[in-house]
């Protein structure tokens, strides 16, 4: 269970965070202090929510390029579609051009 309380309401509030955890995670984060990973068990959240935060943001990002060149391809297919029908258009009003010239 999270619970957020405000400290101010600037743009670069902090947040007091509470946090019930299992007690083996919460064992395993303390041994990361000592063993100098990181300065405090403030920085292990920060930098690892930062990490999760930031591979969710990677693939949101992923899946709306994907999304933009599958409509890309599309535009692409429609316009070569569009081009060849201008084509054939163009082809046969030539033909009929040249059969009317004949007469």
């Known amino acids: 269970m999270l619970y957020f309380y405000v400290s ?8 007091q965070v509470s946090l019930k955890l299992n007690a083996n995670l919460m064992n395993d ?4 202090v000592p063993e100098g ?6 920085n292990i959240f920060t ?3 930062g990490k999760l935060i930031g591979r969710y943001k990677v693939k949101a990002l992923k899946r709306k390029i994907g999304r933009i060149i599958k409509g890309s391809v599309s535009l692409i297919n429609a316009h070569v579609a569009m081009m060849t029908l201008m ?4 082809n046969r009003m030539s ?6 010239a004949r007469i």
């Open 87 to 90: 084509k054939r258009t163009t």
């Open 37 to 42: 990973y990181l300065q405090t068990k403030n």
């Open 29 to 32: 984060i303390g041994h990361l």
């Open 47 to 49: 930098k690892t929510l």
């Open 8 to 15: 101010s309401y600037s743009s670069m509030a902090k947040l």
């Open 95 to 100: 033909a009929n051009l040249s059969i009317l």
